[in-house]
């Protein structure tokens, strides 16, 4: 089961603005609240990427664990998501995480909401 919402486009989704694109700098992270939702926005080398901050293994705040590439590492248990798409990569966890589109628009950082979540 999947849960990237990534594919999606401006019809499916509204684009929240989250930040200024300069105010998240390479390497940097962003905890931001989305209606109930708390969501990570990262920037790896200059790509932006959001999921939503709960593990799928023991709803842990996934978001807070260390970076390996693109793989987002849980700090309570070490289950590993893709954070570009959200799909698990190891162990504890089996299921994937939300992922949400990400675009840049007059400077904004923006994230996708699908209009039925
Ligand atoms: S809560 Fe994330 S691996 Fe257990």
């Known amino acids: 089961m999947t849960f990237s919402y990534t594919h999606l486009g401006p ?8 930040a200024a694109e300069d105010e998240l700098a390479n390497g940097e992270r962003l905890f931001v609240e989305i209606d109930e939702y708390t969501i990570v926005v990262f920037n790896i080398a200059g790509q932006f990427f959001a999921i939503h901050d709960v593990c799928s293994h023991d709803d842990g705040p996934v978001g807070e664990g260390e970076l390996d590439k693109y793989q987002i590492i849980c700090p309570r248990h070490g289950a590993r998501f893709d954070v570009r798409d959200g799909t698990v990569k190891s162990l504890p966890a089996i299921i994937d995480i939300p992922a949400y589109p990400v675009r840049i628009a007059d400077g904004m950082i923006e994230v996708g909401i699908p209009h039925d979540e």
């Open 11 to 18: 019809k499916e989704v509204d684009f929240v603005a989250v």
